[in-house]
């Protein structure tokens, strides 16, 4: 008896704790957790008393007090399988109420038994053992309540089963807590089938005081309630991305308010169906093979909200090496979207403006250098060669120059960064820029394959402005090579010719704006244009051997396969 005074303790003890924790307004599994602990509670408690009484009455009667705990524990515990394990819960919400009508029956009939003795058709009272003992000739009504409580108690055994068999894990809380529901299970068929000492006493209760001291252990020390259904509440429930997870067959299980709301759904409406029924623009970005990747891409989904822009997120949800469903997150970026759409047509008329602009500018500039030209011509032949007045003309005709090669840099300045970073081939942009030097008889080296990098689009004219750069400052250039090689990680990418070199007190500054022989605009681009993405650029020739520029790529930002030193000699 004591250790069933004990089950009624622990039993309640749990049920005072989950309340504490849970709030089981909103998390449903809780309320039916602290109703199990109680109907435990109740029946230990009185079979204790069923024991301990002499009288066959007082016997009797202790077992009635017993049977609200007795018929009810199997029905609480099957609504709390079902709820925490996520199993037919639309069916089972619906139909809530009609699980309790049985055992209602069961208890009704019990304290009615004396009347119509279809319950129990006799007991009678054994007392050649040590204690006396209530034996019970069970009527037909104990059978079908018997079949209903077994199948509760088993059914929620499976909810478990078969959530451990869809995650591929097996927790120490999760097993345990079936373990336990296992124990009394077989108590009672030990009970029923007559076995051993068993015949006359039913162990059952016995058995549920391991089962509360396994479920206690287990709550405290793995906090088993509070795993995926808390955590599910205070995070997906909450997050602001949409959240849906789909089986093999794209049918929907589990979704958040977010996605609903996108839907124009109810949860009851949307859990089953089909992810086509609720989003027909994420069938094409659902891949045919869900044992795919993570990966992710951007969509847009008409629904009441209007037309939304979303970066979906796809990844397979396995068990071992079996895919059991896919996880899809809806990141909202509407307002981004809408920002930069707006950001792009203002750079449009932007660029425009500057377009008409530059036009007119050059169109007076050319109007200028065509005048200075005629100047020149009228001028006597004497006066054209005072030195003073050729240095004038040389000085002005410079100036003209430099404001068109200014206007013209502007040209390329603006288009910096408009146009998203994209992954190119080194080789093949290297190949193009080399192409338009193809008649002034320079030979490039320029290997095939190599890596790719992530890089601004105008990665074009940095390799042209480099090639411009060694013609134009190299003197006596007929060679440029191009070659790849990995370090530490990054990428260099290097660009050598065969001409004079720059000189030890200019290496630092080339790079700078209007530092050079002409405009100095040329390399200043250059670094503009890859600082974009992160890379990084630098000379690191020697004087009278060439000019060597290297540019670095970040981890990340470059893919493909390098070997130690990929270069090729044969000319392009």
Known sequence: MGGLVFSAVVSVFLAYKANLVFDYRKVRF?????????????????FAGELGYVDAKFKFFSTCLSYPGNAFVSTMWFLFAAEYCGVALKFIRRFEKAFFILPTLAVLAIFTNSFHWLYYSSYSLDTSVAFPIIIYDHGPLFWIIFVYFFSGTLLGILFFIRKFAYSGVYPIPQV???????????????????????????????????????????????????????????????MKDGYIVTDTEKRIIDVNPVVLELAGKTRDKALGRSLEELFEELIDFFPEDTDKGPFSREISITSGMGMRFFRTGFSS?????????????????????????????????????????????????????????LLCEMLPEDLRAEPRMERYLKNFKKGIETIHDQIIFTRDYQDL????????????????????????????????GGPEVFADPLLTKVFYNLFDNALAHGEKVSE???SFREEGGKA???????GTGISMDMKDTIFEKSVGKNTGLGLFLIKSILSITDLEIKETGIEGEGARFEITVPPGNWRG????????????
């Not at 059991?324 to 950001?343: F, K, M, P, S």
């Not at 080194?426 to 320029?446: L, M, P």
Request: aromatic share 10%.
């Open 492 to 498: 260099v990418i290097e660009v050598v010719d065969n």
């Open 480 to 482: 440029i090579f191009v």
């Open 176 to 238: 345990g807590i079936v373990v336990g529901v296992l124990l009394p299970l077989i108590g009672t068929l030990l009970y029923l089938g007559d076995v051993g000492p068993f015949a006359f006493i039913d162990p059952t209760p016995f058995l549920f005081t391991i089962t509360g001291l396994i479920i206690f252990q287990l709550y405290m020390r793995n906090e088993f309630l509070n795993l995926v259904p808390i955590a599910r509440d205070n995070v997906i429930e909450t």
């Open 30 to 46: 809780a309320r039916y957790f602290i109703l199990t602990m109680l109907c435990m509670a109740d029946w230990s408690i009185f």
């Open 417 to 448: 960064g408009v146009v998203a970073p994209v992954w190119q081939s080194v080789s093949g942009v290297a190949k193009e820029a080399a192409f338009s030097f193809s008649s002034r008889g320079i030979k490039f080296s320029i290997p095939d």
């Open 561 to 572: 396969s390098i070997s130690q030193r990929q270069e090729a000699r044969q000319p392009v």
């Open 317 to 373: 949800i396995s068990s071992g090496e079996n895919v059991r469903g896919a996880l899809v997150v809806l990141h909202d970026i509407t307002d981004a979207y809408r920002y930069g759409e707006a950001l792009k047509q203002a750079n449009q008329k932007l660029n425009l403006m500057s377009n008409i602009t530059r036009h007119d500018l050059l169109n007076q500039v050319n109007v200028l250098s065509g005048y200075t030209e």
